[in-house]
């Protein structure tokens, strides 16, 4: 069974410091960082079926072990939790959490000194010549130190937290304000395909007076962070074709048309060099940006500059306008690129094809299908005939110039918050007075999640509220928690599970 404690006094006592705070009483804020390194150990890839129902089973468990009454929903992929806490009082207010518990693909070899589901300390991050440690018997934890693992810092680390604050409050007195609920599903990372279905199917167990997704990382400021909003998301592959096969550079050069090329000027007509997207009413949706939410993102430090130091470049694609302001625009992007052969020795050809896959992210008030048909008249308005099979027919081949396709992958809306819902107003003012500082506010997160199934589906107010760092190597390999900002979580949610 877990042992409440009330541990961050030890790490940052003047945050916590309730009258009473039993800061004498052993605190050990081991058995937190114990509970999400057992968890951690459990391999949580989505595809690996057996592993992810352990994950399932043990995650039923540890709410159970706090009093939440869980049901689990089978879905085709992993199963999807559901739980509420009813706390003494039977408040009415509902809150509630979102989680995801399983972890992007790994790549063992590409792990430093030990393997994604065996956790380990660092005293600091890996790239700056972190040492592995190993956790000290008692006393005090550098907040620097990190924790290595797969969904260390995405998304287990926040389950765990969001537990010890529940631990934490009762721990210390506090009693918990509202009935909790939470959501946590096992297949983000595969693109969540069963959780538009299961929040439909489920809306009276999820739905609630405030929504809080906790999932990705803070502001790179370091301060408690909360999002108004997400970006939707749409991929497409973009194929230009020339001859029906490779042909003979010297044959033929000069002579057969270059689908390369074709491409290349196809992509650069539709972004001008201030990085401004040229598809005609590619922005004409966007709705304009309120006095509440300028002011929140003008109260954003501003970190441009020490990302393009740390990404290593010396001018924004669309200069004169700041990271977050750009977040609330659409976005076309080219995600990848490829005709011919590349690498090695090469070959001496002109390819028969040239792809681009292109992502394409939406805000608020632009639906995907009509961003998509915009692309598609671009496309047609530079002269080419968009064949509808999968190859050219010889008639096609015969008749167009200029061929090419267009193929849709997926696609969603982007989701919002007003920034003066009183449910958020209310979570912002609780956060800030418990860590003492302002909270960041972006009205819209850069990347895509689901949001528009809780602001727009379910009609709740929706705040996305990240705690982990935003240096955590997320997705890829060395993914880490740092220390610090695992007990700040346990705070940010201790806030929201009392707040009045
Ligand atoms: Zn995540």
């Known amino acids: 069974m877990f042992k409440p404690t009330v541990l961050t006094a030890l790490f940052l006592g003047l945050v916590l410091a309730p009258a009473g705070a039993q800061t004498a009483a052993s605190p050990t804020p081991r058995s937190e960082l114990g509970e999400l390194t057992a968890f951690l150990s459990i391999p949580n890839v989505a595809s690996d079926k057996p592993d992810i129902a352990r994950n399932a089973a043990r995650l039923k468990t540890m709410f159970e072990q706090r009093g939440f009454h869980m049901t689990v929903v089978q879905t085709p992929g992993s199963p999807v939790l559901i739980g509420e806490l009813v706390p003494p009082g039977k408040p009415s207010r509902t809150i509630t959490f979102y989680f995801h518990y399983d972890g992007q693909p790994v790549t063992p070899s590409e792990w430093k000194d030990s393997g994604p589901f065996q956790p380990i300390y660092r005293d600091k991050p ?34 765990v937290a969001f537990l010890s604050a529940i631990d934490e409050a009762r721990a210390t007195g506090h009693p918990l304000t509202s009935t909790l609920r939470v959501l946590m599903e096992g297949d983000e990372e595969a693109g969540s395909p069963s959780l538009p279905t299961v929040v439909r199917e489920q809306a009276a167990q999820i739905r609630s007076d405030l929504i809080v997704l906790v999932d990705g990382p803070q502001h790179p400021s ?31 050069g000069n002579w057969a048309p270059n689908p390369a090329f074709e491409l290349a000027r196809l992509l650069t007509s539709m972004k001008d060099p201030t990085g401004r997207v040229t598809i005609a009413g590619f922005y004409k949706d966007v709705v304009p940006l309120t006095a509440e939410e300028k002011k929140a993102l003008a109260e954003i430090p501003d970190v441009d500059p020490r990302l393009m130091h740390a990404f290593g470049f010396a001018q924004q694609e669309f200069p004169g306008q700041r990271l977050e302001a750009l977040h609330n625009l659409p ?25 681009a896959r292109l992502d394409l992210r939406f805000v608020k008030n632009i639906t995907p299908d009509a ?5 598609e008249a671009h496309i ?25 396709k267009l193929r849709r992958i997926g696609g969603y809306p982007a989701g919002r918050t007003p920034l003066t819902s009183p449910m958020a107003e209310r979570a912002v003012a609780a956060v800030a007075a418990a860590l003492h500082t302002t909270p960041v506010r972006m009205p819209t997160l850069g990347g895509s999640t689901p949001f528009y199934l809780f602001s727009d589906v379910l ?5 996305g509220m990240p705690v982990v760092n935003f240096d955590d190597n997320q997705h890829g390999p060395n993914e880490n928690l740092r220390v610090g900002n695992f007990f700040n979580a346990i705070h940010i949610m201790q806030a929201i599970v009392t707040m009045r």
């Open 380 to 404: 047609r308005a530079q002269g080419f005939h968009l064949i509808t099979g999968d190859a050219p027919t010889d008639q096609e081949r015969a008749t167009y110039p200029l061929l090419a």
């Open 222 to 252: 370091g301060r408690p962070t909360f999002v108004f909003g997400a970006r939707g998301i749409m991929s497409a592959e973009l194929t230009v074709f020339g001859a029906r096969h490779d042909l003979h550079s010297g044959n033929y």
């Open 331 to 355: 976005t076309l992007n080219v995600s990848g690129l490829g005709a011919g052969t590349v690498t090695g020795q090469g070959r001496t050809v002109i390819p028969a094809q040239a792809v």
């Open 459 to 463: 009609k709740a107010p929706t705040v």
């Open 126 to 159: 890996l790239e700056q010549g972190g040492r592995v440690v190993s956790l000290p018997a008692s006393g005090a934890i550098d907040p620097e130190w990190r924790l290595y693992a797969r969904s260390a810092a995405d998304d287990k680390g926040p389950i």
């Open 371 to 375: 961003q998509f048909a915009r692309l």
